[in-house]
């Protein structure tokens, strides 16, 4: 069986990756918060974590690992989005507004995470199905010790754990308090302890609990589905690395606390930010964008996954305009390539190895070229498709439909035939704009002319040329 190292940013080493049972490897991934679409950055851990999930697919087999990537659609965002639509004269109440955004936004996301190729997770549980479970977890939280009561809210105890938290950020909770931005509250022990539950107003939406009406915190959320769906030990906790702290910190307490018997996640990994041409994304600079824009824009799901899975997963990552050209020129020429053919009957053991090493996306790409390059169609099809490209499902991009690619490549070489003879060479030079305007790369030679889709190739475009 292939040996998968992971860096763990709990141990802060790379390590051979033990499953508790090889016949139910379990991850959780932090999803998304869904009052909106999906940014490029979103996508990033997407991508990243369905690599993972396939290589872990590749060798325990389908039927033995469990993903889990929630939704949380308890949020005041969501709230506030529903607010305007009720002011604005939507029909329902705010809690009906609430739950229709709720629906459109994930509708969105699974479209949109669905067009980058994209698995979808064995379980993708929302929040507002486990509010009773976080409600019996937030008690015995504070049965334990762990926990208080104060003015409707409930927060946690960062003294009670006071010794433990911190170890997966690194930081001791003084140099946390010192530099962190927390809510200052007269009913907190300790400005660090945070919310695991608070009050909502009438018309906000809410559950009945033991401390009055109100909603979760965001932390125990995680902790309480991952509970119910993996168990108290599973292997693997995901995310941005955005999330270590407060997140994944809080959730390590709140767990640990409530079921000391486990070992609530053993592997942490996290994936490193995204940039766009060299800067932090930020609608302030006006490089914000969402992976439905880019599609909208014509850019292939396909091509926005290959630019993600260049740069290795710890690392920043940097979207470019010319990373996109580039990628997109490369895997027409890889469909171009393996059209028709059959998958070999297994991945490169090249690609798999580098994979296997802390997810070496790169590395894994750099294989697939040479396999591309020394003409091994089948076997850059099949090591390519490991990765979640060259899916036939995900090719239509590539496809030149109607477009008479021949007829184009004749009308051009009689074209400039006749200017040999007339020295004039204008129809040549309008045809050759007009083919490279379409997305064509023009190939004239003594031999004849050849028209290549390149990057950006448009059919439409050669209509009326």
């Known amino acids: 069986m292939t040996t998968i190292k992971l860096h763990n940013t709990r141990t802060r080493t790379k390590e051979v990756f033990v499953p508790i049972s090889a016949d139910n490897v379990r991850m959780y991934v932090c999803g998304p918060t869904v009052y909106d679409r999906a940014h490029l950055g979103n996508a990033r851990p997407v991508v990243v974590f369905d690599v993972l999930y396939r290589l872990l697919r590749h060798t325990y087999g389908a039927d033995h690992v469990t993903y889990v990537r929630n939704f949380t659609d308890v949020d005041d965002k969501i709230n506030a989005t529903a607010l305007a639509r009720q002011k604005a004269g939507a029909p329902g109440t705010l809690e009906q507004l609430v739950q229709e955004r709720s629906d459109e936004t994930i509708g969105w996301y699974l479209h949109d995470m669905g067009a980058l190729g994209a698995l979808e997770p064995n379980q993708m549980p929302r929040a507002t199905e486990y509010v009773p479970q976080m409600i019996a977890m937030i008690k015995g939280l504070i049965d334990k010790g762990h926990a208080y009561a104060a003015e409707g809210h409930v927060l946690f105890a960062v003294d009670s754990w006071k010794e433990r938290y911190g170890a997966l950020s690194g930081r001791s909770v003084d140099d946390m308090i010192a530099g962190a931005r927390v809510e200052v509250a007269p009913y907190k022990k300790n400005p660090m302890d945070f919310v695991l539950w608070k009050p909502s107003s009438d018309e906000l939406p809410g559950w009945d609990s033991p401390w009055g ?253």
């Open 213 to 465: 009406r109100g909603r979760p915190g965001w932390h125990i959320e995680c902790s309480a589905m991952s509970y119910e769906l993996l168990g108290e030990s599973f292997d693997i906790h995901g995310g941005g690395n955005d999330l270590m702290f407060p997140h994944h910190e809080n959730e390590i307490a709140q767990s640990c606390c409530a079921h000391p018997e486990g070992e609530f996640a053993r592997v942490w990994l996290h994936n490193e930010m995204l940039q766009v041409e060299g800067k932090k994304m930020s609608k302030s600079l006006g490089n914000f964008f969402t992976v439905h824009d880019l599609l909208d824009q014509g850019v292939p799901g396909e091509v926005i996954r290959f630019v993600f899975l260049q740069t290795h997963y710890r690392k920043p990552m940097d979207w470019t305009e010319k990373k996109a050209r580039e990628a997109e020129a490369t895997l027409r020429k890889w469909r171009a390539l393996t059209a028709g053919i059959e998958p070999a009957a297994s991945a490169a053991p090249s690609v798999i190895a580098a994979l296997s090493d802390d997810l070496n996306t790169a590395g894994a790409v750099a294989e697939l070229h040479r396999l591309a390059a020394e003409g091994d169609a089948a076997g850059l099809l099949v090591s390519a498709q490991v990765l979640g490209v060259l899916e036939p499902e995900m090719g239509a991009w590539a496809d030149t439909g109607s477009a008479d690619l021949s007829g184009h490549a004749a009308r051009l070489a009689e074209a400039r035939a006749q200017a040999m003879q007339s020295k004039d060479f204008s129809e040549v030079d309008r045809l050759k704009a007009a083919y490279v305007a379409a997305g064509l790369e023009v190939r004239m030679s003594k031999d004849g002319v050849e028209l290549v889709p390149g990057a950006g190739f448009d059919a439409a475009k050669l209509e009326g040329v």
